[in-house]
Nanobody, 126 residues
Framework: QVRLVESGGGSVSAGGSLRLSCAVSINLYEAYGAYCMAWYRQRPGLEREGVATLDSAGNINYADSVKGRFAISQDNAKNTLYLEMNRVKPEDTAMYYC?????????????????WGQGTQVTVSS
């Protein structure tokens, strides 16, 4: 069983920065050999949407709305996934979720993730 725990959310002014963390209960590569991890968000009144993906080979993908502003990364020694959020906008206000797929294959924004965290709230004021 894989547990994901997000942290780092909070309130920030537009143009500011925030770093989200997702602590993973196991080392996915050691356990499964290949994996995908992702950040999703759900903005008020909207469906959940993908923000960024990162796979065990280091391939990264971003949603167009965050390209050039957000950066996904991982620290394998700490079993932690990060989302660095820069030049944030009020429309980035959302609940942010960490997700993991404990197997290989292509990583994308779709119904492929086995595990989800509880989310961390980010609020951007103008």
């Amino acid at each position: 069983q894989v547990r994901l725990v997000e942290s780092g959310g909070g309130s920030v002014s537009a143009g500011g920065s925030l770093r989200l963390s997702c602590a993973v209960s196991i080392n996915l590569y050691e356990a499964y050999g290949a994996y995908c991890m992702a950040w999703y968000r759900q903005r008020p009144g909207l469906e959940r949407e993908g923000v960024a993906t990162l796979d065990s080979a280091g391939n990264i993908n971003y949603a167009d709305s965050v390209k050039g502003r957000f950066a996904i990364s991982q620290d394998n020694a700490k079993n932690t996934l990060y989302l660095e959020m820069n030049r944030v906008k009020p429309e980035d206000t959302a609940m942010y979720y960490c997700a993991a797929k404990a197997s290989g294959g292509r990583c994308y924004f779709g119904p492929i993730y086995n595990y989800w965290g509880q989310g961390t709230q980010v609020t951007v004021s103008s």
